[in-house]
C-alpha cells in the first residue's frame, strides 16, 4: 500500500480495479435495474449497524499509522459470525429482481443452486447472518445461514465445494496449486471491503481517526472516510479497526442523504484461535446432486475455481460496488475520485429493452415505471436510482452509472 499522509486530508495511490468483459457484456444485456443490483450484490460486505459496547480508552495514533496497521495486518487464523444488512432502498419489483439477477448471473456457473456465482447474490438485500473461518491460505470457509438451512462454501486446498442444504446440492471445482483459487464472488468480511476502499482513497478524501470503540468484545479505533466532493451520494465510511491485530471488525457505510446506514457489515463474534481441523472438512451428502464445475468449464468460467487467490486472501473482485472502482476494463471513466461515472454502450438503441429476460415479458413499461424521465443535449433517457448508486440509460443506449446524484449523470450524458 502506498504511504499515506498523516493529517486528515489523505493521499493515497489511485485504484487498480478493472471488471472483467464477460460481466461487461451482463451488465450491457440487463442494463439498469441490473446493473444496480448487480452493484448491491458486489458491495455487500461494506457495514453493519452493531451497537458499539464502549469507547476504550486506548493510546493515541494517527490516520497513517492506522492505515499502515491495517496494511500490515497478517491474521492467518481467525472464525466468528458477521451480521450483514443491507439498505439500497431498491424497489419492490414483485418478483422480478430474482429473474433479472438469475439472468444476470447466467454463463458465470453451471444452473447448480450451490453454484456460488448464483447463490451469494441473495446478499444485495435484506439482512444476512454469515460463519465465517480460515485457517491460513489453504482453509476457508464461508457459511450463509438461513432459516431452517444453510448455504457454505468451502476451500481446502486444492478443492473448493459450494453446498446448499434447502436443495442438497453441492458444486465442487479444484485448483491446480493449493491456496491459489481465484475468487468472482463478493467479499464476506470488512477486511475484504477496507482493503478495497483504501485502495481507492486519494486526494479527493479525507481520512481521520475518529475515536474509539468496541466491537465483538474487542477494542478497536475508528477510522472515518469521507469524500470532499459534493455531488457524491457516498456521506462517510467508518471502519472499526482491532486495535490489537489491525483486523477491520465493522464497516458502516452511510450515504449523503442521510438516515441509516446503506450497507452494514461487522462481527458480532470473533476469535483469532486456529480453528478445528474439521471446520473445513467436507464430503457430499448422501443422495446429493453433486455438479462438478470443472468438468463443464464453468469454475468462474475460466476453469478456476470460485474461491480464494494466493495467501488464502479473497481475490480481487470486480469492483461493481465501490464508489469509485467502476472499473477500466472496456468502460469509459468520466471525472475524478468519488465522483467517477462508468460510461457503457448496451447495445440496445430505442432506451429502454422490451425484450424478455428469463421469462419476465416486456421489460420497457415495467422498468420505465421505476424511473425519472430525463432529457438533455444527450436526446432523452430514464433515471434508476437507489441510495447509493444511480444509472441513467439514454434512448441511444448508452448507460451512466456511479455513486453520483442524477445532475451529474445528466451532465455526463450531455458532455459525451
Do not use: C
Request: charged content about 20%; hydrophobic content about 35%; overall charge negative.
Amino acid at each position: 500500500m502506498a504511504p499515506y499522509e498523516s493529517d486528515d486530508s489523505t493521499g493515497a495511490a489511485q485504484a487498480d480495479d478493472e471488471l472483467r468483459a464477460e460481466r461487461r457484456r451482463k451488465a450491457a444485456r440487463y442494463v439498469v435495474p441490473v446493473a444496480v443490483v448487480g452493484v448491491a450484490a458486489a458491495t455487500i460486505g461494506l457495514v453493519p449497524a452493531l451497537a458499539d459496547s464502549g469507547d476504550p480508552n486506548l493510546p493515541k495514533i494517527t490516520a497513517q499509522e492506522l492505515i499502515n496497521k491495517i496494511a500490515k495486518s497478517d491474521v492467518q487464523q481467525l472464525s466468528g459470525t458477521v451480521k450483514i444488512s443491507t439498505d439500497l432502498g431498491l424497489p419492490d419489483l414483485g418478483g422480478l429482481e430474482s429473474s433479472l439477477l438469475s439472468g444476470a448471473t447466467q454463463g458465470s456457473g453451471d444452473g447448480s443452486s450451490a453454484d456460488p456465482s448464483a447463490k451469494l447474490t441473495e446478499l444485495a438485500s435484506g439482512t444476512h447472518t454469515l460463519r465465517v473461518a480460515a485457517d491460513g491460505p489453504e482453509k476457508q470457509k464461508v457459511s450463509l445461514l438461513e432459516s431452517g438451512a444453510e448455504y457454505s462454501l468451502i476451500h481446502n486446498g486444492t478443492n473448493v465445494w459450494g453446498y446448499d442444504s434447502k436443495s442438497n446440492e453441492v458444486y465442487h471445482s479444484t485448483v491446480a496449486d493449493s491456496g491459489k483459487a481465484e475468487r468472482h464472488e463478493p467479499p464476506a468480511t470488512p477486511k475484504d471491503f477496507a482493503d478495497e476502499i483504501l485502495k481507492s482513497v486519494d486526494d479527493t478524501t479525507s481520512v481521520t481517526v475518529d475515536g474509539t470503540a468496541q466491537v465483538a468484545g474487542r477494542d478497536a479505533y475508528r477510522l472515518v472516510i469521507k469524500p470532499k466532493q459534493s455531488g457524491t451520494t457516498v456521506g462517510a465510511i467508518s471502519i472499526a479497526v482491532d486495535a490489537k491485530t489491525g483486523t477491520p471488525l465493522k464497516f458502516t457505510l452511510t450515504p449523503s442523504s442521510g438516515g441509516a446506514a446503506v450497507i452494514d457489515a461487522g462481527y458480532t463474534q470473533v476469535s483469532f484461535a486456529e480453528p478445528a481441523a474439521s471446520t473445513f472438512e467436507f464430503t457430499p451428502p448422501k443422495g446429493a446432486k453433486v455438479t462438478e464445475g470443472d468438468e463443464t468449464g464453468k469454475a468462474g468460467g475460466n476453469g478456476k475455481a470460485d474461491g480464494w487467490d494466493k495467501g488464502g486472501k479473497p481475490s480481487e473482485a470486480p469492483d461493481h460496488g465501490s464508489a469509485k472502482g467502476l472499473g477500466k476494463d472496456g468502460f469509459d471513466v468520466l471525472g475524478k475520485g468519488w465522483n467517477s461515472i462508468a460510461v457503457l454502450d448496451s447495445g440496445s438503441k430505442g432506451g429502454l429493452p422490451t425484450g424478455s429476460a428469463s421469462g419476465s415479458g416486456d421489460l420497457s413499461g415495467i422498468l420505465g415505471s421505476l424511473g425519472d424521465p430525463v432529457s438533455g443535449k444527450f436526446g432523452k433517457g430514464t433515471v434508476f436510482s437507489t441510495r447509493l448508486i444511480n444509472a441513467l440509460i439514454t434512448d441511444n443506449g448508452k448507460v451512466y452509472v456511479g455513486a453520483v446524484d442524477k445532475a451529474a449523470l445528466v451532465k455526463a450524458a450531455n458532455a459525451g
